[in-house]
Nanobody
Framework: QVQLVESGGGSVQAGGSLRLSCAAS????????MGWFRQAPGKEREGVAA????????YYSDSVKGRFTISQDNAKNTLYLQMNSLKVEDTAMYYC????????????????????WGKGTQVTVSS
């Protein structure tokens, strides 16, 4: 059974940093692409970053490029999102997700391409 569990969320001042983790289990990690998404109240879910687990190619939304870094530890089946220079507008519930059809062109990073989801971890950035 595919299971994704996020951790690392919390409250931080604008300009600060957080590191999110996603522990994956129940499948062969390297067979799926992985992604991070976020959703704020009243807004649609948006793609933040994605990574191909075989080869490590990465994709980022324009709003986070240069500030966020997606990475992984394949041996530990763990996905990470390092978030630096956080802004108030980054406040959202953050979700990790897996795409069984990995290797897509994630431009844009579309939530509909990802079939498995974690329950999310809250990130709150205050001024």
């Amino acid at each position: 059974q595919v299971q994704l569990v996020e951790s690392g969320g919390g409250s931080v001042q604008a300009g600060g940093s957080l590191r999110l983790s996603c522990a994956a289990s129940g499948y062969t990690y390297s067979s799926y692409a992985m992604g991070w998404f976020r959703q704020a109240p009243g807004k649609e879910r948006e793609g933040v970053a994605a990574i191909y687990t075989s080869g490590g190619r990465t994709y980022y939304s324009d709003s986070v490029k240069g500030r966020f870094t997606i990475s992984q530890d394949n041996a530990k089946n763990t996905l990470y999102l390092q978030m630096n220079s956080l802004k108030v507008e980054d406040t959202a519930m953050y979700y990790c997700a897996a795409d069984p059809n990995g290797g897509r062109w994630y431009r844009p990073i579309n939530p509909n391409d990802f079939g498995y989801w974690g329950k999310g971890t809250q990130v709150t950035v205050s001024s």
